[in-house]
């Protein structure tokens, strides 16, 4: 599994590096997410032994389990839904959650990150292709739930994420990706405190080069890393939450 991984990874860094270069962009720009969701605690320590250092989970149940399981200092990003009554169990193990999409959700976020005397950052799901089957707020919402969560102390918007449909041919999803890119720069000149657009999360493993074009800075990626997914891992792990 170990050499799988490893090739695995040395061709993602390398369409990383061409991508990068086709729009006179450095590749040191893009932060590699790997997803370990449902993939068991052995392939990820495999992955760190290979250079990762940020991985992306969808389960709050299940990320909690794994950071007790793993000794080695990683970043961890929440990337999947989070319900409100969740947060406290997250806050100050994240560095950074990237799935907030309504406002009761960032003021628990606030709650407990007062709680703790830490400052949370996060990122603004946007449902960029208005998929019915998904969450994330819609574009045209956005610019208000920006100027609302700038006036929380303890959360910090580093930017924005999506998560685009999945398509045969990755060009069908780079409107998605530059829509996000032009949301970001349209906030950015509104020049909010508390707020910054520097991060966009866009692109898994079937577009992320388009993604990387149109201006992504942090790709997720899964199954093109680790290989597909069997769901064996064992979510009795993590207990009940």
């Given at each position: 599994m170990i050499k799988l991984i490893e090739d695995n990874l040395v061709q993602i860094k390398a369409n990383i590096s061409r991508s990068a270069q086709r729009v006179n962009r450095a590749p040191e720009e893009i932060t590699l997410i790997a997803v370990s969701k449902t993939y068991p605690v052995p392939?990820?320590?495999?992955?760190?032994?290979?250079?990762?250092?940020?991985?992306?989970?969808?389960?709050v149940q299940e990320l909690i389990a794994k950071i007790e399981q793993i000794?080695?200092?990683?970043?961890?990003?929440?990337?999947?839904?989070?319900?409100?009554?969740k947060v406290k169990y997250i806050i100050g193990k994240t560095k950074l959650i990237h799935s907030v999409d309504h406002l009761n959700l960032a003021?628990?976020?606030?709650?407990?990150?007062?709680?703790?005397?830490?400052?949370?950052?996060?990122?603004?799901?946007?449902n960029v292709a208005r998929e019915i089957s998904k969450h994330g707020l819609q574009i045209e919402e956005v610019m208000e739930y920006v100027k609302q969560i700038a006036q929380l102390s303890h959360?910090?918007?580093?930017?924005l994420m999506t998560v685009a449909p999945y398509v045969e041919n990755p060009e069908d999803n780079r409107q998605i990706f530059r829509q996000l890119y032009d949301l970001s720069v349209d906030i950015q000149k509104q020049k909010f405190n508390n707020i910054s657009t520097s991060i966009l999360s866009m692109g898994m493993s079937n577009d992320y080069e388009v993604a990387i074009e149109e201006g992504a800075t942090m790709i997720r990626i899964g199954t093109s890393i680790f290989g597909d997914r069997n769901n064996t891992y064992d979510k009795k792990q993590g207990g009940n939450l």
């Open positions: 392939d990820i320590e495999k992955a760190i032994q290979l250079g990762c250092r940020d991985f992306g989970e969808n389960r000794n080695t200092l990683v970043d961890w990003h929440l990337i999947g839904h989070l319900q409100t009554n003021q628990e976020i606030q709650k407990q990150s007062i709680k703790h005397n830490i400052i949370t950052d996060i990122l603004l799901e946007v959360v910090r918007v580093k930017g």
